[in-house]
Structures are given as C-alpha cells and as structure tokens.
C-alpha cells in the first residue's frame, strides 16, 4: 500500500512541476513580447508608421506586395486631380491654358476600374501632367484650407508621367504616400533586437474608434500619431470640427483613460514637413487666435506640444517627436528611441526593472 501512495505521489509531483515549467515558459515568452498600439484621428500617418516598420523591421515589401498599391495610386492620384479641378469651380477660378478646359472635363469624366490589369490611360496621363502645369494652380493651392486634398497630391502630380506608365511598378516612396483608408484593426508582427512586438493600427475615422477597445488589454507602448499640418483643416465626417482640436479631445481621452495607467506613450507630431510649407502661408493664430509665435516653426511646433501635454491630467509619462512618417530615415531614428522606451517598459512589466 505505501509504495502505491509512493508512485501515486511521484506522478503528481511531476505533473505539477511539469504544469510549473509550462506556467513558466509562457511569462518568459510574454516578457519578451510587447504590443504596441498606433492611435490617432483619421489622416494623421498611422497606417504610414505602420508600412515604415515593414521596410525597417522585415525587409521592406516584394514586388508583388507593392503591385498591389497600384490600383491605390491610380485612384489617390486621379481623386486628387478631381479634387483639384473641384477647388476651382468652388472659387471660381478657370485654367489660364485655354486646352487645360478641356483636360479638366476629362479628369471629371475618368474613373478608375476596380481590376487588377487596369492601367492609367495616356489621355489622363497627359491631362493631369498639363493641368498641374497650369498657372492657375498656385492660386488655388492658396486656398488649400478650403477643400480637401491629400497630403501626398503634390508628390504623385509630379510623378504622374511615370505613374501612367504601362509598366509602372510602385516604388517603396509610392506605396509610404498612398492612402487607403484603414477599416477594423490590422495586426503586423516584427522582432525589435529581444522584443517580439505586435503593433495594431485601428481605423481613425469616428464609426472606427467604437473597435478601439478591443485591443486595449495588456498594451506595453501607445504611439499617439497627431497631424501638425491639420490645424487649419476639418474633419470629413463633420464639417464644423477642426482637426487639430478633434485629435486633442482624442488624445484627452486616451491619456486619460483607466487602461492605460501603466502604458508608455509616445506622441508622434507627424507631417512636420508639410507644416513647414503650410505655416508661412497660412497663419497658425487664425485658427488658435492664443499663439502668438507667427511663422516660426519651433514656437508652433511647442505651442502645439504644449496643448497636448495639458490634456495629460494623468501625469503619465509622454515622449513626444517631430516626425515625418513618409521618410524612412526619420522613422529609424526615432524609432531607436522608440525601442528604448518599449523596452524599458516591457521590462517593467515583467518585474526585471
């Protein structure tokens, strides 16, 4: 009888023990993984840091990978012209080349064909080159704070000759600057040095943020991503509210919240390079009629600065940058810093530090 209890004994004890080493196998996995949240109001680059951490972090995309943004650029580039040649009728401006009448009608009139095969035409190709080459078209951009218009519009206008190509292959700056709107919450996995990190990027639109709490569970780092250059712009799905101040009640909330109480955040005042063209033309006191720093870049970047991190009530700990998310260099480096802080906090979590 007492050798059976004896070898009853021995197989739990070596079931518990057994249980003890898988119990702690997966705190050693966790304490290596850390999940990022990227937050932020519609068209402020959370999509774009995203694609960046590809080209950084898993060597960038294939070229079938980028063959599939093509159909993306045809239509970024061709809803940009259409918004263009909108802008003018709405301030009543005409093309200073009387043939450029005519290429408008003809933007108005294309569409893009939702097909993989399908290729810009040589009429629009030449339509949207000369219609960008019109006179008219830096008076309108002076009234850029009255319409819509896709931060990277200037960039595939000045590409469009090869973007129209027959065989035209994005580059990996083609696939940074186009814009599909992110639906529900995507999920992209890389290995940052000792970290397994897993970054979400959830919709920005208002219907888009309800999804947000979904992944609010176990968040080691939040990047918060705020347009500097959106002080003068409004939110497409309400008129009435400004951008800025639409990204500032956002990132309110979010500070502010009982989740992320143990959560780094890291404030990415994105689109710096836009802001810099955009500040000289158009007054920031406009629209914040308390700034008093006119056109110098630094006092509206910390003026800016200063608006969010009065929101932070919770007295967490912010670590914000300038950034610019369509330029891979910018993101490496501030990523470096990134990567320190991610770490820092994942090694708190664990106990380590």
């Known amino acids: 009888m007492g050798n059976c ?33 990227v937050l932020g109001a519609q068209d402020t680059g959370k999509s774009t840091i995203v694609k960046q951490m590809k080209i950084i972090h898993q060597n960038g995309f294939t070229d079938s990978e980028r063959m599939m943004f093509r159909p993306t650029i045809y239509r970024n580039t061709l809803d940009s012209a259409q918004d263009i040649v909108l802008a003018m009728h709405k301030i009543n401006v005409d093309c200073v080349d009387p043939t450029n009448q005519a290429n408008a009608d003809r933007i108005l009139d294309y569409q893009v064909e939702a097909t993989p095969s399908f290729v810009f035409s040589e009429e629009i190709v030449k339509a949207i080159h000369q219609l960008w080459q019109d006179p008219i078209i830096d008076k309108v951009m002076d009234h850029s704070s009255e319409f819509y218009l896709m931060d990277s519009a200037s960039y595939f206008f000045a590409e ?8 035209y292959l994005p580059t990996e700056s083609d696939v940074l600057r186009a814009r599909l709107k992110t639906m529900g919450v995507t999920e992209t996995r890389f290995t940052m040095d000792q970290l397994q990190v897993h970054m979400f990027d959830v919709g920005g639109q208002r219907l888009e943020r309800k999804k947000w709490i979904h992944c609010f569970e176990s968040v080691t780092t939040i990047i918060f991503c705020a347009a500097l250059s959106e002080y003068d712009q409004v939110l497409l799905e309400e008129k009435s509210q400004n951008r800025m101040n639409e990204s500032l009640i956002l990132f309110e909330s979010v500070i502010n919240s009982v989740w992320f109480r143990r959560t780094s955040i890291i404030l990415f005042l994105n689109k710096i390079d836009v802001f810099k063209i955009k500040l000289p033309k158009v007054p920031l006191e406009k ?38 998310a369509t330029d891979t260099t910018n993101i490496r480096l501030v990523f470096a810093a990134v990567k320190e802080t991610t770490l820092q906090n994942a090694l708190k979590d664990s106990g380590i530090l």
């Open 5 to 37: 209890i004896s070898a009853q004994d021995k197989a739990d004890k070596a079931r518990s023990e057994a249980i003890d080493r898988i119990i702690e196998d997966n705190g050693k996995k966790r304490r290596k993984e850390c999940k990022i949240l």
């Open 160 to 167: 469009v000759l090869r973007i129209g190509a027959p065989d």
């Open 287 to 324: 629209y914040f009629d308390d700034y008093t720093g006119g056109a110098d870049i630094n006092k509206a970047a910390r003026y800016i600065l200063r608006r969010f991190m009065h929101a932070n009530r919770a007295q967490l700990s912010v670590h914000p940058h300038l950034t610019q």
